[in-house]
T-cell receptor, first 116, second 115 residues
Framework: AQKVTQAQTEISVVEKEDVTLDCVYE???????LFWYKQPPSGELVFLIR??????QNEISGRYSWNFQKSTSSFNFTITASQVVDSAVYFC?????????????FGGGTRLMVKP | ETGVTQTPRHLVMGMTNKKSLKCEQH?????MYWYKQSAKKPLELMFV???????ENNSVPSRFSPECPNSSHLFLHLHTLQPEDSALYLC??????????????FGDGTRLSIL
């Protein structure tokens, strides 16, 4: 069975601090996809990144970086030099190739509060 | 600016009312989704439509009735709702339903409150 765990329910940092959001997943498939979404107070889930299980290269996009480690079944997300606009709920999600369709299993989310 | 538009943004209704939520996507996608997001609970997939055909119904009570007249529009008709149905209802779309790993693109949601 597939499962995504985001153990940190809330994180509070001061602006300019670095922060890492943890994501641990469980799957029996060898082919799967991992996602991160951002949900600001407006409500919309904003797609941030997708990785497939065959690509363990870390990725950097501006102040955002992602660390995918199959050995620990983790896909962690780091924000460098955090800003107030980064305040949101962040969701990690998993999609298995063995699913009948494009089903996403979401973690419970981590609420990040960045204080000025 | 989101490619998925939901209306209304907020809705307050009594348990005996009938209302509808609307979703429209401008991304040329063929799959559309309804999710429910309640406080303290993970996102719950409710329905999936692929090329206007319903492919998933995640054991949703019949007081929620979806409608997909074409690949760009999705409705959720509500009637005789319960207080526990108060939640944020999110619409999403992706290129297709078949084949995993496609990013889903979400609207801003409709925040529904049942009195």
């Amino acid at each position: 069975a597939q499962k995504v765990t985001q153990a940190q329910t809330e994180i509070s940092v001061v602006e300019k601090e670095d922060v890492t959001l943890d994501c641990v997943y469980e799957t029996r498939d060898t082919t799967y996809y991992l996602f991160w979404y951002k949900q600001p107070p407006s409500g919309e889930l904003v797609f941030l990144i997708r990785r497939n299980s065959f690509d363990e290269q870390n990725e950097i996009s501006g102040r955002y970086s992602w660390n995918f480690q199959k050995s620990t079944s983790s896909f962690n997300f780091t924000i460098t030099a955090s800003q107030v606009v980064d305040s949101a709920v962040y969701f990690c999600a998993l999609s298995e190739a063995g699913n009948a369709g494009n089903m996403l299993t979401f973690g419970g989310g981590t609420r990040l509060m960045v204080k000025p | 600016e989101t490619g998925v538009t939901q209306t209304p943004r907020h809705l307050v209704m009594g348990m005996t009312n009938k209302k509808s939520l609307k979703c429209e996507q401008h991304l040329g996608h063929n799959a559309m989704y309804w999710y429910k997001q309640s406080a303290k609970k993970p996102l719950e997939l409710m329905f999936v439509y692929n090329f206007k055909e319903q492919t998933e119904n995640n054991s949703v009570p019949s007081r929620f009735s979806p409608e997909c007249p074409n690949s760009s529009h999705l409705f959720l008709h509500l009637h005789t709702l319960q207080p526990e149905d108060s939640a944020l209802y999110l619409c999403a779309s992706s290129q297709e339903w078949t084949g995993p790993g496609q990013p889903q693109h979400f609207g801003d949601g409709t925040r529904l409150s049942i009195l």
